[in-house]
């Protein structure tokens, strides 16, 4: 990641693809009467909506570049935040939405985390803690969520 605009462009696509995969999920776990599960993809879709508002923020005042889906060089052949898509499937279970929910946000942390770690950019590395710190708070935040399910307690989250 060699400059604040490329790091920008990714944070925004990244943030982008995750808002509309855990919608989908959502809209479907919902259509399926899954509401629990719905419930749960629609809050993580809520957090990638308000970290993509963020990054539009921040983009405003800089020229960022307009890249085409095959120009970004993700770690896998998606962006790190993108669900699996297997999460459609209408009778999944709440685990299985939770292990789905804490591999994305995961690899989210992982990929700023990365960032963090190898920028030399003393901008890039500003906004790239920034970034760990909010999704190391979503992985908090299912961790929790997984603990209450271990406990066969109801999840602590509701409609976004």
Sequence with gaps: MD??????????????EAALRFGE???VMQSCGNREVASLFRRLSHYSR??????????QYRDIPALKADEYLWPDL????????????PFIGREQALEIARDAEQASLDYYRGILDTTT????KVLAKEFVEEESEHVREIHKWIAAHKAQQPLPVSEA
Excluded at 3 to 16: G, H, I, M, P, S
Aim: hydrophobic content about 50%.
């Design 3 to 16: 400059t604040v605009e490329y790091f920008l462009a990714y944070a925004v696509k990244l943030e982008e």
């Design 25 to 27: 999920l959502a809209d």
């Design 50 to 59: 308000l970290h993509l508002a963020d990054a539009r923020a921040r983009s």
């Design 78 to 89: 998606e962006s790190p935040e993108a669900a699996a898509i297997w999460a459609a499937d």
């Design 121 to 124: 950019d003393p901008e890039i």
